[in-house]
Structure formats: C-alpha cells, structure tokens
C-alpha cells in the first residue's frame, strides 16, 4: 500500500462573512435566520462569525440556512488542496 504524507495537504474553508452579507440583503435579522433553521440565535451568530462550520453541524441546518439565504450549500463544503 502507498504511503501518504499529509504534510502535502491543506484545507480552504469557505467565507462564513457571506453569510452576513446575504442576510442584510434580504433584509433579515439574525434571530429570522435562526428561527428559519430552528436554532438558537448564538448558534446562528457563530456560524456568521465563522466559529461554527457546515461541516460539523446537522445537514438540516446548513441547508435551511442556504434556503432562506439563496445559497448553494455546496459553497460551504471544506476543499482539499495538494501542495506539489
């Protein structure tokens, strides 16, 4: 079997500002979004401010949240990159 060095690899996580972006241009208020995805406001606000990630959280709420934001939830995915 091949071995692998990781050292080669490295993630790009996505811009969670986006998400305060698309929110103020449908004009809606954080505790809107929340409520949408049924979670709490603090949830919410730590996705915006990047401290929770799509990846860790329910698929139902990344994906609420994408709905009421007009967000392809495929933005959110975590990307590998391979450094040569």
């Known amino acids: ?7 080669n690899f490295h993630t790009i996580k996505p811009d969670c ?3 305060f972006e698309r929110r ?12 949408f ?8 606000q730590k996705f915006e401010n990047g401290e929770l990630s799509f990846s860790t959280s ?3 709420v990344g994906v609420a ?14 990307r590998f990159i391979i450094n040569n």
């Open 24 to 35: 103020t241009q449908k004009n809606l208020t954080q505790q809107e979004v929340a409520d």
């Open 65 to 78: 949240i994408c709905l009421i934001l007009d967000m392809d939830p495929g933005y959110f995915r975590t």
């Open 1 to 7: 079997m091949k071995e692998i060095n990781l050292d």
């Open 17 to 19: 500002s986006i998400l």
């Open 37 to 44: 995805a049924h979670i709490t406001l603090l949830e919410y």
């Open 58 to 60: 329910d698929m139902q």
